[in-house]
């Protein structure tokens, strides 16, 4: 048993304390790095309930639901600020990549804790697919939105269909990391792969800007 | 085995089709500019695939274990939505239109999602994609009555066989296992000469070279019978319809290309 909302505390007072330092650019990732964080921690809350009401069981849910409510979490403050600043493409990535990023890295501090830190191939492989897996969830649902902006096709399906493609591309995540073996090492491979395809993806959309 | 292979086999045969057309869509995109049905069919194959990847995953991994409400429901749900999206991008002048067809093809959905919820008990996900289902449906039957696309016999027609392949369908819940056999096997019966009826009217649009909109009208109504088909159908059927549901796909990328390029 951790207490999640300490560390939550831990870390955002003095990132808190940054914001007042910081400007611009950074101010906004930082700023989006809390949210990421406290995205993170509701996530875990409504997934616990989701448990607890279903009688799922926590591995179910971890793999099933987990992705559904996490991907959601991540999306609300993004669409918020979508819709209300209707901010331009840069901005609206810098708050994706924030918001992954602080939602990767809680996520990563609360299992340290939980699972212990001797074994530094663990952490790297955990850092390296769940950590690069939120950025790319994220990152793959802002630029559904952003497409669909540019193109003048943003509905309500084409937004749910940027949410969900971020909850489909998480969720396969879950799935085959769930078993060891063959699938759990490609599972651990799809978000650094995914994380290339979508650099190409956006070097192109810049080039046709 | 060779079982499990046959009910297999059409979810990879769709997704490495799938994955072709994801890519011959991105082109098209960029090839068209501004071309708003191409987003949403890259959008409609995107999420496919990984819907279809995500079930795929799921019963290598799980085999003959019933899957949970995921996130390839809510994949569902926006393909049927962008589905319908996609063909009011494509109206004209047909925005508010409602018509007593319309009206009928939201029945038609209710009545299989009642049926989907009685067969699985699941309510939550039979709601939430049968919700979806229901828009796309609603779209699919305003774009063929705005479209001229059925001669008024050939709606008649149609409106007898959803009415009967629903209540064949509540039938089975009532009668002896005997009768059961026999009205199941009617209504596969039923649903394959609708969708080779479906599969006919494409053929002919095709042979007649139909502007891309009235096409893409028709392969969506051919794709949302199907996919109906394949929620009602179990087994070897079920395999058959995916087989229905993955020729559909080339058709619906070539009616768009016609539409955008139009």
């Known amino acids: 048993m951790i207490f999640s909302e300490n560390v939550l505390v831990c870390m955002a007072v003095p990132l808190l304390l940054a914001l007042v330092f910081l400007r611009d650019n950074a101010r906004q990732f930082v700023l989006n790095f809390l949210l990421g964080m406290a995205a993170c921690l509701l996530g875990a809350y409504v997934s616990g309930f989701v448990d607890a009401a279903s009688g799922m069981g926590v591995e179910d849910t971890a793999i099933f639901i987990s992705p559904v409510v996490e991907e959601a979490m991540k999306f609300l403050p993004l669409l918020f600020y979508f819709l209300m600043f209707d901010p331009d493409d840069d901005h609206l990535f810098l708050s994706a990549v924030g918001i992954g990023a602080g939602f990767a890295s809680f996520e990563n501090i609360c299992s340290m804790i939980a699972s212990g830190t001797e074994r530094l191939g663990f952490l790297l492989i955990r850092g390296l697919a769940v950590g690069v897996m939120h950025i790319v969830s994220v990152f ?47 599972g651990y491979g799809l978000p650094l792969l995914t994380a290339g395809l979508l650099f190409l993806a956006l070097r192109r959309l810049r080039v046709g800007e | ?76 749900a926006a393909v049927f939505l962008l589905e319908g999206a996609m063909l009011v991008s ?81 039938l089975t819940f009532f009668v002896p296992e ?19 009826w479906w599969a006919v009217k494409v053929i002919f649009a095709l042979r007649k070279n139909a502007d891309g909109v009235s096409l893409l009208c028709l392969v969506f109504a051919w794709l949302a019978w199907v996919v109906a088909a394949k929620y009602m159908s179990a087994g070897a059927w079920y395999a058959v319809f995916m087989i229905c549901e993955t020729l559909c796909l080339p058709l619906l990328y070539g009616a768009a290309r016609k539409a955008v390029t139009a």
């Open chain 2, 1 to 76: 085995m060779s079982f499990r292979l046959l009910t297999i086999l059409p979810d990879y045969v769709q997704i490495v089709t799938l994955v072709a057309l994801v890519v011959l869509s991105v082109r098209l995109i960029s090839k068209r500019g501004h071309a708003i049905p191409a987003v949403y069919l890259t959008f409609i194959l995107s999420l496919w695939l990984l819907t279809d990847l995500y079930w795929g995953i799921y019963d290598f991994m799980r085999p003959d274990s019933r899957m949970p409400f995921a996130a390839n429901e809510i994949g569902e």
């Open chain 2, 178 to 196: 005997a009768a059961k056999a026999a009205l199941d096997t009617a209504c596969y019966g039923l649903l394959a000469v609708v969708t080779v």
């Open chain 1, 140 to 186: 793959a649902m802002i630029l559904g939105l952003v497409v669909a902006r540019r193109f003048k096709a943003l509905r309500l399906s084409s937004t749910v269909g940027a949410l969900s493609l971020s909850m489909l591309f998480h969720g396969i995540y879950n799935l085959l990391v769930s078993q060891p073996g063959i699938t759990s090492v490609i």
């Open chain 2, 90 to 170: 494509l109206a004209r002048g047909w925005k508010d239109y409602t018509c007593p067809q319309a009206i009928g093809a939201l029945i038609f959905a209710a009545c299989n999602v009642a049926l989907w919820i009685a067969w699985a008990g699941e309510w939550v996900d039979d709601l939430f994609v049968g919700a979806a289902f229901a828009v796309f449906l609603y779209q699919a039957a305003r774009a063929l009555a705005v479209h001229q696309s059925l001669a008024s016999w050939e709606w008649g027609l149609l409106g007898a066989g959803c009415g009967l392949l629903i209540l064949g369908q509540g």
